[in-house]
């Protein structure tokens, strides 16, 4: 069965240094999500694209987050500088395009910031 | 605006039924998903209903919608102890793109 792929699983960063994560959507998905889930929390979308256009983005702190999906297929979302309040997962997902198309989540990739 | 309560915890003997609520505010959210999330894992997708029905069954799992109150519930029955996890409520709000806004999760815990 098809996966959306993430990497790292697991990552620490130091306070004010860059983190980027990484995703490759199911195949034939036009549209990507990035969301963060804090921990007690459910997740909160950061981000989505629709192929290589973000066409949602009003919760991403664009002063420090940046996230690009350069040839609509893979994306990276980037933090930089790290702060301590951006421990959480962050979860891709991806889906088919249009209303009620069932959207499909990776493991996650966790965040500490130390 | 749009936003979903859960109740935070539930805790069933093994064997019991478990009943998770689940409240949403968006009218024309077309439809509204149940995921489960294991310790340290993703999202799983576990079911959905479609606004226009009230009931949906899948196996051990009963879907609920109550349209006018705004009130979801998932019934688990024969609650087994691998079906302790976080449980959360989505909704799809209708208009613009394909996307979901999330409870804080319901935790259930499952006893012998």
């Known amino acids: 069965e098809a996966e959306v792929a993430q990497s790292p699983r697991y990552k620490i960063t130091e306070k004010s240094q860059a983190v980027a994560f990484w995703c490759d959507p199911i195949s034939g998905h036009a549209t990507l999500y990035w969301y963060r889930q804090i921990l007690g929390q459910g997740p909160e979308l950061l981000v989505q694209?629709?192929?290589?256009?973000?066409?949602?983005d009003s919760q991403l702190p664009k002063d420090r987050f940046s996230a690009e999906r350069l040839k609509g297929v893979d994306s990276t979302l980037k933090i930089q500088p790290a702060e301590l309040g951006d421990s959480a997962m962050y979860l891709c997902?991806?889906?088919?395009?249009?209303?009620?198309?069932?959207?499909?989540f990776g493991e996650g990739s966790w965040l500490t910031v130390v | 605006g749009e936003d979903v309560e859960q109740s935070l915890f539930l805790s069933v003997r093994e064997g019991d039924s478990s009943v998770i609520n689940c409240t949403y505010t968006?009218?024309?959210?077309?439809?509204l998903y149940w995921y489960k999330q294991e310790p340290g894992a993703g999202l799983q997708l576990l079911t959905y209903i479609f606004s226009n029905m009230d009931m949906k069954q899948d196996q051990r799992l009963t879907v609920l919608l109550n349209k006018k109150d705004k009130h979801l519930s998932l019934r688990i029955a024969d609650t087994q102890t691998g079906d302790s996890a976080i449980y959360f409520c989505a909704e799809s709000p209708s208009g613009g793109y394909n996307k979901l806004i999330f409870g804080a999760g319901t935790r259930l815990a499952v006893h012998p």
């Open positions: 968006d009218s024309s959210s077309t439809y």
């Open positions: 997902a991806s889906s088919i395009t249009g209303s009620g198309n069932t959207i499909y």
């Open positions: 694209f629709q192929d290589e256009s973000v066409v949602d």
